[in-house]
């Protein structure tokens, strides 16, 4: 559970994965203002719903979520963006640094602690 509600959009491609990211978050305290299927509609989401978090998959169809992480980080809100993928975070570690993402939480390690814990 989270000491602060923050609001999060999800962006993913797999919508079970979304429906069950939702019902965890959600559960665990935080307040899931709407999801997208592919970068551009999460871009024009995060911009009119202004999250306070991005949870944004590695993989879209229209983009790689490392370089989609700078637009999201550029919009005017300035979301925080934890990328999440079935990748292993060792797959990604070396990527992390150099990109706009606050963090990585594996898709099968989501929760709302893992969220609160790279937000902290």
């Keep these: 559970m989270t000491a602060v509600l923050m609001s999060v959009l999800i962006v993913?491609?797999?919508?079970?994965f979304r429906a069950r990211a939702r019902r965890m978050l959600e559960a665990e305290g935080f307040d899931?203002?709407?999801e997208a299927q592919d970068g551009a509609s999460g871009l024009a989401a995060a911009a009119e719903l202004e999250p306070d978090v991005v949870?944004?998959?590695v993989h879209l169809p229209d983009g790689d979520g490392f370089e989609l992480a700078e637009s999201f980080a550029a919009l005017a809100a300035r979301p925080v963006v934890v990328l999440t993928s079935s990748l292993e975070a060792s797959d990604v570690a070396s990527l992390l640094p150099d990109s706009a993402a606050r963090g990585f939480v594996p898709k099968d390690e989501l929760s709302g602690?893992?969220?609160?814990a790279v937000l902290a």
């Design 55 to 57: 949870l944004l998959d």
């Design 113 to 116: 602690p893992a969220l609160a």
């Design 12 to 16: 993913d491609d797999h919508a079970r």
């Design 32 to 34: 899931v203002l709407g």
